[in-house]
Each structure stands twice: as C-alpha cells, then as structure tokens.
C-alpha cells in the first residue's frame, strides 16, 4: 500500500508546486509598494451603545470593498491585502474608531452583494466605488461622498468608432452585473447590446479578446485598466462622461450615530489632507491628478 | 408579487433562454452521446479510446470550468460567437458525457444472445446497432436520460455567469432592482425551474409507458 501510494502522491505534490508557480506575474497598480497611507490611529472615546463604541470595542472592523478594481480595491497576487483609494478611506475610518490597519478585516463584495451583506450584518460598512442612488438609499444609508466619478466607456486602442456613449448602437457593452453602468446602459442606450459579468476583470478580458466592443463603468476604474501594465497601450478611455457617480460608504438603515460619524471622518480627512493622501497614493499612480473633495451629503 | 407580476415579459422572456439553452443543448448531446456510446462499445480500440477518454476528462470537469474556456477560452482562439452559443456548446460538450454513459448503459441492458444472434444471420456491425441493439437499448435507458436532462435543465442556470439572460440571471437583476421583491422573485424562478422539470419528468414517464414492451 505505501509504495503504490508513493507515485501518485510525488505527482500530486509536483502538481501543486506546478500550479502555485504559474500564475501571471501582475504587478497592479499601486502594487507591489509599501505605499500605503497608514493613518494615525487615534485612541477613541463614544458614548455607550453606539455603533462606533461597539466597533471601538471589539478593535476590529468588517469592510466589503472590491477586490478587482485596480486603483480603488484590488487584491495582487502577491498579497492577500486589498490595496486601492477604497482601502486607505476605510482604514481613515478604522483610524478614528481607534483600529489600526492590521485589524481591519476586508470582505469582498461585487456590485451585486453590496446592500445585501450591509443588511445581513456580513460587513460593518462598505466601501466599494458605491454610487449613493435613492433606491439604495431605501435599503441602506450613505455617508459621504467621498469621490464623485462619472460613466465612461474603455475600447481597444485601435477602435475610433466609439467616442462617446452615442456611437454604442449595435455595439457589445460590457459592466458589471447588478451595477449602475449596466442599468443606465439598459435605460438609456437600448440600441446597445448590454454584456454583464460579475467583475469589471471579465469585461475587461472579454475587451481584450475582442469578443466585446466597450467596457462601460466610473472613468476613474477604466483609467486603472487603462493604465495597469498587463494591457499596457491595449485601451483607451473614451473619455466623454455621461453620468455622476457620487462614491458613498454604504452603513446599516437609520445608524444616524454612526452616519453623522462617517460624514466627520471624512470631512475631517478632506481638511486636513489624508484623504489627498490617499488619493495621491492610489489612483494618483495611474497619473491622474487629485481633484478637489466633494461635499459631503448629510440628507 | 405585483413586482413579479408587472415583470412577466421579462421573466418569461429569461425562461424563454433557459428553455433554448436545455432544448438545443440536449438534442446536440443526445446526438453526439450516442455517437460517443457507439464510439465506446464499438469494434475500433482508437475510437473506443477516445470516447473513453472523453467521458472520463469532461465528465469529471466542474461545469462552471466547461464554461469558462468556451466563454474566455474560445474567444482567445479567435473563435468570436454569441453568448448564448458558447452557452449551448459548453452545455453540450458536457451532457454528452453523461447521456454517452447512459446509453452505454442501455447498450450493455441488450443480451449478448440477441447480438450473437443477430451476428449469426449475418447482420453488418452498422445493422446489429440500428437494428438490434439501440432499439433495445433506449427503451433501457429513458429513466437514466431523464435524470440526466432534468440535471440539465437546472446545470442552465451556471449560464449566469457567463453574460446570458437566462431565467437566473434575469432573477438576479429584478431582485438588484427592487430588493424587497426578491423572495416573491426567488419563488417564482424556482416555481418555473420545477415546471420545466415536470415537463421532462411527464415526457420521460410517456415515452417510457409508450415503448413499455409487456413481457
């Protein structure tokens, strides 16, 4: 039995080494570097029975962000961490609760889980390019916004048939599903051909492989692609924007505590610059310069 | 419910897909799995091989893997199709493993009496299978078969992933667009996911009493 066990059990390991080796060696943007923003973790007093004195007290936070979008929150192959514009607003946050970075757990969530794992308590908050809309509003509240983006379209380099949403008759659009990019291509350009993958990764796979004609999201996650050096000189952005997309932190339904307490923090970070910080140090990389923080909504 | 009812155009519209992906999907595998059934228990080692090869690499594939090279993988290889298409191929090539294997099945059901007998008269090995054996060996196998597609019928929904509108996916975008209707939604998708079922449960139960030989 141990010899016949021997052989298989040598291929098996050599297999495994094989398959731990071959993976594409991606350096995404912001990657790679110890460039985080590592903000001060301050020690933090809330009165009881608060979202932010409870959180305090467990010295730990559940954050969902995105894993696949380069610049804002994604995951390399390297580390385990997520790293991106979402990531360091979440660990400004983390820092005024009195939590410091390692503590911070990120979750992955996709454009269609977002509202369902804030209700279902699987994350305290989410910061996920979240684009605050009223109907989300009846389900969740918003903090913030923290960055306001705008729907763009990224085509492959060679195509100057796109040059802006008009031009999508008959053309192969891809977003992500459950999104608002997919939604506002359905309404708004019925002449499209909508295409819908759960990651923005796929549709961008899809682009390259020339079995789709568009990605459609937020300018700032095409200019990620864009600029990531695995399609280096493959895409362009259109660059003609034709929506608003105000990123919020998605929190759980009437925690106006804690939503008056996000609204703070960010406000706080735009003044005193962490948040330009982070910016710089993120989807800064890609060669886009800051912009001037947005006002925040306190509806 | 009034949700679901307002969107009946568009639920309908995604069985509508599933039911394409289940109905040209399975008369392609039924096809090609008893193409791979004859290749497997046929006189020609080459061909025996191959079939055998191929029931033992797809049918212990995950399907979702089936997927993923015909919807990522094909387009690589300049191979450019529709959604839906790649769908139905990756369906196909992976339910004719397992029709193949019923079938097989049924074949090895026909007594080796009757394929001797019919050896003996002077049948063509192309005869002794139209004639004698596959005859035979369906009738052995529509309870299998119907297990087989009603797998079918719920292995469509994998097709969400893969950019088809399928009755799943559309499930999941009215559910995103209005939340609050998502168990009424949920019930309703798996009320016509039974209903198609039933159809293919009623069809086998027919085509069984239908070929039903009284002994």
Known sequence: MKHRLRLPLTLLVTF???????????????????????????????????????????????????????????????????????VEIGKIVAAKLGIAAEDVEFIETVSANRESFIENGTVDIVIATYTINDERKELIDFAGPYYVAGQDLLVASDDDSINGPDDLAGKKVCAASGSTPIENIRENYPDAEPVEFDTYTECVDQLEAGQIDAVSTDDIILAGYASDPKYEGKFRVVGETFSEEPYGIGLAKGDDDFRTFLNDTLEESFEDESWKEAFDN??????????????VDRY | M??????????????????????????????????????RVGPVPPLRWAGSAYVTVVRNTPLTLVFVFCTFGLPRMEVRLAFVT???????????????EAVRSGINSVEAGEIEAARAVGLPFHQILSLVVLPQAFRAVIPP?????????????????????????????????????????????????????????????ILERGTAIVR
């Open chain 1, 16 to 86: 495994a080494f094989v398959l731990t080796a071959c993976g594409d060696d991606d350096e995404g943007i912001g990657g790679g570097g110890g460039d985080t923003t590592d903000p001060k973790v301050e020690e933090a007093k809330f009165e009881e029975g608060t979202t932010m004195a409870d959180l305090a007290e467990a010295g730990a936070i559940k954050i969902g962000t995105k894993f696949d979008q380069p610049g804002l929150g994604s995951v390399s192959l390297e580390s385990e961490e997520p790293e991106g514009f979402d």
């Open chain 2, 2 to 39: 009034d949700f679901v009812w307002e969107q009946r155009d568009v639920i309908l519209r995604g069985f509508g897909t599933t039911v394409l992906l289940a109905v040209s999907s399975g008369l392609l595998a039924f096809i090609f799995g008893t193409l791979l059934a004859v290749m």
């Open chain 2, 145 to 205: 078969l119907g297990s087989v597609y009603n797998a079918l019928v719920k292995n469509t929904s994998v097709a969400v992933a893969f950019s088809v509108a399928e009755a799943s996916s559309i499930f999941r975008r009215l559910a995103n667009d209005d939340a609050s209707a998502t168990w009424s939604l949920l019930l309703t998708t798996a009320v016509g996911y039974m209903a198609l079922a039933a159809v293919v449960f009623a069809g086998a139960r």
């Open chain 2, 86 to 100: 790649f769908a139905i191929i990756a369906l196909t090539v992976y339910t004719s493993a397992f029709v193949c």
């Open chain 1, 282 to 295: 993120t989807l800064g990389a890609s060669g886009v310069e800051a912009p001037d923080p947005p006002e």
